[in-house]
């Protein structure tokens, strides 16, 4: 079960075309490499800008030099999840400006809850739908280069 949590302003074009108005810089975090490599080369196809990282440290890392407009997190990452990861990116610059996605195996309510109650803009499921993610993404806002 996917949910949005809260509706983004921004460009309600489709995702067939990569022009610029909707292009953003997207992190995606994921400990599983093949996973996290194929939705990048996803968002990549689809004229995004995008970085992963399989770990916390490396995730932060990469948000302090590309100051994204939308995270892509999942949450069971190991030695620090991804509701403590997105409290810390918050706190980055840029971090209040950026839109946090769960993207997650975990799909029971509580999951939902606990996303929504961390301040993620939506909860969706693995695996995932990419026509709902690349909405949620080209919704975002936050045009801060």
């Known amino acids: 079960m996917n949910e949005h949590f809260e509706k983004q302003p921004g460009p309600s074009g489709g ?22 490599e194929a939705l990048a080369e996803l968002l990549s196809m689809n004229g ?8 916390a440290d490396e995730a932060l890392m990469h948000f302090r030099t590309m100051k994204p407009q939308v995270a892509v997190l999942d949450i069971g990452l190991p030695l620090m999840d991804g509701y403590e990861l997105q409290s810390r990116m918050r706190t980055l610059p840029g971090g209040s400006d950026c839109n946090y996605i769960a993207l997650t195996g975990y799909g029971t309510q509580s999951a939902h809850e606990d996303s929504r109650q961390a ?7 693995k695996p995932v739908d990419l026509k709902q993610l690349l909405e949620l993404i080209e919704r975002s806002t936050g045009e801060r280069r």
């Open 15 to 36: 995702s067939d075309s990569a022009d610029a108005a909707t292009t953003r810089r997207v992190l995606v975090v994921d400990d599983d490499l093949d996973a996290a």
């Open 119 to 125: 301040g993620f803009h939506a909860h969706l499921v």
């Open 48 to 55: 995004h800008e995008v970085r992963l990282a399989t770990a």
